[in-house]
């Protein structure tokens, strides 16, 4: 026998039967808009009952086959789809019905007037039937004939016959109308009232009907706000006016380039969804669509941020031409925060994806953390660390994920990470610098300890080269998650060769550290150049920007050439807290509102991130010796004095007293503002504090101050033994 041949076609319009019952016996939908590539068998000895019933040779291929196009339309595929669509038309009949119902008394007048001139082109139309007009030109012909010939009797008698048959007709005429309107108006007069108005409205209505002429309307025209309709004619108008479509001065307007709308516009949720192809021809390509955003958006009367677009990628039945739109009604990223999952989670495995916010239509976000690197920027007070915030929480509740966490500003945001960071840098003070130099060469030691472990592993075991859930546990390598905050701080205040090492640190870190299982997870308010180095920024792979001041800021934080494609993050207004522009690839990102997650919240998780990590083994480092967390797990309480001072003197063995009510101050301003030298002696002193000396020597000074062994002292021993220290 014959080898048989196998080749692949597209069969575009052509799909499996098999697929097709299936789908009926399941009840799921059947996409005919993606063309399928199936291997059919084709040669001389191919079998007569093969099992492709779309052979060409197949005589029941026209009624076997099932056709592309779709047996129902895009709003009717779903029961959602169905009602929004029903709500959206009873929107618009309420609009209508309003628009017009105001204005009524202006179309009674209007339909008066249309009225009067009917009836005067009516009457004038009327009069040549009711003067005999057609016997006119017999008399006047008779008439010219008798002047010429006034000797002719007969000539004069057939003109006398014709002038009296003319004022006959004109007589019996002119009377039967005034005795048909005598009759009406006596009628409608004694009509009742209800019976008077229909007779008034059957007169007045083909009489303004009459009157109307050409250009005349009776009712107003207008559109629609978008909130309550959408249509086609709309989107062409707006990208022609946009530059995006020929506008052919002069030409019908039949005649004019238009887009070509593959779906809707259809109500999607609390906007409008359509995806259209740019006509061939004219030189615009999607790319061109999403630049002319804010355009586009003035255009269809709506605000920018109301306006999503996105590219159809190939991969999606897309092309270069081909753009995907959704205008929301009205401003999606404003309301009542979302709350985290987080929040009321036991635990999480920080390798699944993280639970991040919501999209503008209400679509969750999760953003996948594991080999990746993250740079979040914005103007101060937009929820940035809030945000910053939820992907160190999602570590918090993994016991094998080890935090390493920095905050440039030191204030009480990242406060309660004490109980379970295995370091914790708070400020950008000389000893939290020296601090934050050290951590970095503790986390690039670790770094190649782990790659010299994983490079001695069989592949059998570590594949990849990289770190798997059963290497991390085996082996005991957690997840470090290297948090930083407020970079530009530590930059700004270090020396110029301080600053370089620590770039290069942290490059090392958020290139080669994910394979090794670190994660890097950045923040600044001004990402420029000299606040956060594009060397730095430019090789991290998640970004996410809150409000910035223009779009040059924007590309700063998001990439270069971002707002060009649509990711602006300086389109968000002062009321958008929480709501960023997040990109995750070269051609990827989605404006998110971020799941919320407060302070006293974030602290619940630190709180329960400890206890994992007791239970598991893994609580090290700084988090270890909190005495905090240590008088809290023994059922004591140290006084808040105490355990705040210890917080700022954490780096440093000694601190004089104005640096120390500075810290304070930086930690929480609403308790300790109006702290002085004198308040903050007595405090302490009333807390236990007994101070061997009153006077301290730092980088050879001498000046008023503490030593921490003094306030360590303070706390029961029992707590500091637990506490490891």
């Not at 290497?471 to 205040?493: C, G, H, R, S, W």
Request: with cysteine; aromatic share 6%; glycine share 8%.
């Amino acid at each position: 026998m014959t080898e048989l041949a196998t080749e692949t076609i597209d069969v575009g319009t052509i799909h499996h039967l098999d697929d097709h019952r299936a789908t009926r016996t399941t009840g799921a939908p059947v996409d005919l808009t993606k063309p399928s590539l199936v291997s059919v068998p084709t040669g001389p000895d191919t079998p007569a009952n093969g099992e492709a019933v779309d052979r060409p040779d197949n005589p029941l291929v026209d009624w076997l086959t099932v056709p592309d196009a779709p047996v129902l339309p895009m709003w009717a595929r779903s029961r959602t789809s169905v009602i929004a669509h029903v709500h959206a038309f009873g929107r618009l009949t309420w609009w209508h019905a309003r628009y017009h119902g105001f204005r009524t008394p202006k179309y009674l007048v209007k339909t008066v007037l249309l009225a009067a001139r009917g009836f005067y082109r009516a009457a004038a139309g009327l009069w040549p039937t009711l003067a005999a007009h057609d016997h006119t030109a017999t008399v006047k012909a008779l008439r010219a004939q008798v002047k010429a010939r006034p000797e002719d009797v007969d000539l004069a008698v057939r003109l006398q016959v014709a002038h009296y048959a003319r004022t006959q007709t004109r007589r019996w005429r002119f009377g039967a109308a005034a005795a048909g309107v005598t009759a009406a108006a006596v009628g409608v007069a004694l009509a009742p009232p209800l019976l008077q108005a229909g007779i008034a409205a059957a007169v007045v209505t083909p009489l303004a009907y009459l009157g109307r002429g050409k250009e005349t309307r009776l009712l107003d025209q207008a559109a629609p706000p978008l909130k309550v309709d959408m249509s086609a004619q709309q989107l062409n108008d707006a990208l022609r006016a946009a530059g995006l479509l020929k506008s052919g001065s002069g030409k019908d307007e039949k005649d004019l380039p238009k887009v070509h709308c593959t779906m809707g516009p259809v109500r999607d949720g609390r906007g409008w969804a359509v995806i259209f192809d740019l006509p061939r021809g004219g030189g615009k390509t999607a790319s061109d669509v999403l630049a002319k955003r804010e355009v586009i958006a003035q255009e269809l009367g709506v605000d920018e941020i109301q306006v999503i677009m996105s590219r159809v990628r190939a991969a999606k039945g897309g092309n270069a031409g081909r753009v995907s739109m959704w205008v929301a009604d009205d401003d999606p990223y404003l309301g009542t925060p979302n709350p985290s999952p987080l929040e009321k989670a036991e635990k999480f495995s920080i390798w699944d994806a993280v639970p991040f916010g919501q999209d503008a239509r209400g679509n969750r976000i999760d953003v996948p953390v594991m080999w990746q690197s993250m740079f979040f920027g914005g103007l101060p007070r937009r929820g940035k660390t809030f945000t910053q915030r939820l992907l160190t929480a999602a570590g918090l509740l993994d016991a094998y994920v080890r935090h390493y966490i920095a905050d440039g500003k030191g204030g009480a945001d990242w406060m309660p990470t004490k109980a379970v960071a295995h370091r914790l840098i708070m400020g950008a003070e000389d000893d939290a610098i020296e601090a934050l130099k050290a951590m970095l060469q503790e986390l690039l030691a670790e770094m190649e300890r782990r790659f010299a472990l994983l490079r001695d592993l069989p592949t059998s075991v570590c594949p990849e080269g990289k770190l798997t859930p059963d290497i991390m546990v085996k082996y005991n390598l957690p997840v470090i998650f290297v948090t930083i905050d407020e970079l530009q701080e530590y930059f700004t205040a270090m020396e110029r060769d301080d600053r370089e090492q620590v770039i290069n640190d942290l490059c090392r870190i958020a290139r080669r550290g994910p394979a090794a299982g670190f994660i890097s997870n950045f923040a600044s308010q001004r990402p420029d150049a000299e606040s956060v180095p594009p060397k730095l920024r430019e090789i991290i792979t998640i970004r996410y920007s809150t409000q910035v001041v223009d779009r040059t800021s924007s590309d700063m934080v998001l990439g270069k050439g971002k707002a060009a494609q649509g990711a602006d993050a300086s389109v968000l207004s002062e009321d958008h807290k929480g709501v960023g522009v997040l990109v995750t690839g070269p051609a990827s990102y989605v404006t998110v509102r971020a799941d919320y997650l407060d302070g006293p919240t974030f602290a619940a998780l630190c709180r329960k991130g400890r206890a994992l990590r007791e239970a598991a083994g893994q609580l090290t480092g700084d988090a270890a010796g909190d005495v905090t967390a240590a008088a809290d797990a023994a059922g004591l309480t140290v006084p808040a004095i105490v355990s705040d001072v210890l917080e700022v003197m954490r780096h440093s063995p000694r601190m004089f007293t104005t640096d120390l009510l500075a810290g304070l101050v930086n930690l929480d301003e609403d308790v300790y503002g109006d702290f002085n030298a004198e308040r903050l002696a007595s405090e302490l002193e009333a807390a236990g504090v007994k101070r061997t000396s009153k006077q301290v020597k730092i980088s050879g000074a001498n000046g008023a101050g503490y030593q921490r062994r003094d306030i360590e002292a303070a706390v029961p021993a029992e707590i500091l033994l637990s506490a490891g220290r």
